[in-house]
């Protein structure tokens, strides 16, 4: 599923670009050859609030389909998986949460 469909079902578009950022953010960084302290706590910083917001984000999106927390939780160890069943299953779209 494409991230922008992905949060706007959850929040909007706009959270999907600040989750892009902060990916794109930790991946330069992580190519940089000999990075300052500086960017490597950005790095981290940028790391940490991707995994924050891919959280929120798999947590909302399980509630936005009529499934609880602990769907949530499956989405965000076996992402894919849960996609597929989310998707083929008879969850149906209740709103955002």
């Not at 902060?22 to 910083?45: D, H, K, R, W």
């Not at 929120?56 to 894919?80: D, E, R």
Request: glycine residues 14%.
């Amino acid at each position: 599923m494409n991230v922008f469909t992905e949060y706007s079902i959850c929040w909007s578009s706009v959270m999907g670009v600040v989750y892009l950022i902060c990916v794109g953010v930790t991946s330069y960084v992580n190519g940089v050859q000999e990075p300052s302290s500086t960017l490597t706590m950005i790095s981290g910083a940028a790391g940490i609030a991707a995994f924050v917001l891919h959280v929120m984000q798999s947590i909302k999106l399980a509630k936005s389909f009529g499934k609880g927390v602990g769907y949530g939780i499956f989405l965000i160890i076996l992402g894919p998986l849960a996609r597929v069943i989310l998707g083929l299953g008879d969850s149906e779209y209740i709103g955002q949460y």
